[in-house]
T-cell receptor
């Protein structure tokens, strides 16, 4: 039978290219955001975070951009590798330090060798 | 550090049976979270503890679910009686700075109720 469930956005990128994963958040009061990576059979893994007083933060091969005006968050991965294939989630919270994170539905990224 | 440790990794049980999932958080972390992940609903927060005290259990689906944290190094999530719709992957996560820097998740327990 047909399975019904969340329709995960998917993104396929050639190995070595850059990828951009987008996330729209709904709560304008959210002030802390985190990107997680979840590989098959594993728990989500922290990648990078950003506070609302910033609009850009860089890590190793990853950059997070925050546009509070349109409530949009993006994760850029440079020079993608096969190991980057995973589901990526954005998470948000209100009041920096509040432990209760709200997770988005996720985007499946596939790196094509 | 071995990270957040969950057991068992897989659990198959019959409808109506009691199921207990276990979690050992990272030493020194003072907050612990239980999440459920399904295709239908994604990642849902069930309950979280701070310093072993339940802070928010509004995500616990119904009275069949209960969670305890008797000490800083151990937590359980119990389902009694279990139902097929409880089938999911259950994650435990911990953090030490009130969520700053995110949580560290365990590898999850895949529960199948038949």
């Amino acid at each position: 039978g047909e399975s019904v469930g969340l329709h995960l956005p998917t993104l396929s990128v050639q190995e070595g290219d850059n990828s951009i994963i987008n996330c729209a958040y709904s709560n304008s009061a959210s002030d802390y955001f985190i990107w997680y990576k979840q590989e098959s059979g594993k728990g989500p893994q922290f990648i990078i975070d950003i506070r609302s007083n910033m609009d850009k933060r860089q890590g190793q091969r990853v950059t997070v951009l925050l546009n509070k005006t349109v409530k949009h968050l993006s994760l850029q991965i440079a020079a993608t590798q096969p190991g980057d294939s995973a589901v990526y989630f954005c998470a948000e919270t209100v009041n920096f330090g509040n432990e209760k994170l709200t997770f988005g539905t996720g985007t499946r990224l596939t790196i094509i060798p | 550090d071995a990270g957040v440790i969950q057991s068992p990794r897989h659990e198959v049980t019959e409808m109506g049976q009691e199921v207990t999932l276990r979690c050992k958080p990272i030493s020194g972390h003072n907050s612990l979270f239980w999440y459920r992940q399904t295709m239908m609903r994604g990642l849902e927060l069930l309950i979280y503890f701070n310093n072993n005290v339940p802070i928010d259990d509004s995500g616990m689906p119904e009275d069949r679910f209960s969670a305890k944290m008797p000490n800083a190094s151990f937590s359980t999530l119990k389902i009694q009686p279990s139902e097929p719709r409880d089938s999911a992957v259950y994650f435990c996560a911990s953090s030490w700075r009130a969520g700053i820097g995110g949580y560290t998740f365990g590898s999850g327990t895949r529960l199948t109720v038949v």
